[in-house]
């Protein structure tokens, strides 16, 4: 069991920053993908970054050049850089964790961290 805690979200206006963490309950070198997805109201959660074990890192098309995924592995912490951002950016963003375990597959969530943009 993998528990996450995320943190960093707020309210912010257009054009501006915000770093969410996500601290991990143990070694993020022991699973395979760690993620931030996000979920508008009325909306599917939906992908917005991912970081490999191996350091490969993937985002979602509308958050490209904008938000930055990285991790600190001594700490056990994922964050998420946001740049740039946009009312549509407003979202309940959560931290999510991939194990393939023995051709098992296991996805652990954080609680959540509500990101407001205001315009």
């Known amino acids: 069991q993998v528990q996450l805690v995320e943190s960093g979200g707020g309210l912010v206006q257009a054009g501006g920053s915000l770093r969410l963490s996500c601290a991990a309950s143990e070694s993020i070198f022991r699973i395979n993908v760690m993620g931030w997805y996000r979920q508008a109201p009325g909306k599917q959660r939906e992908l917005v970054a991912t970081i490999g074990r191996g350091g490969s890192t993937d985002y979602a098309d509308s958050v490209k050049a904008r938000f930055t995924i990285s991790r600190d592995g001594n700490k056990n912490m994922v964050y998420l850089q946001m740049n740039s951002l946009k009312p549509e950016d407003t979202a309940v963003y959560y931290c999510?964790?991939?194990?393939?375990?023995?051709?098992?597959?296991?996805?652990?969530w954080g609680q959540g961290t509500q990101v407001t943009v205001s315009s």
């Open positions: 999510n964790a991939f194990k393939l375990v023995a051709a098992s597959r296991y996805n652990y």
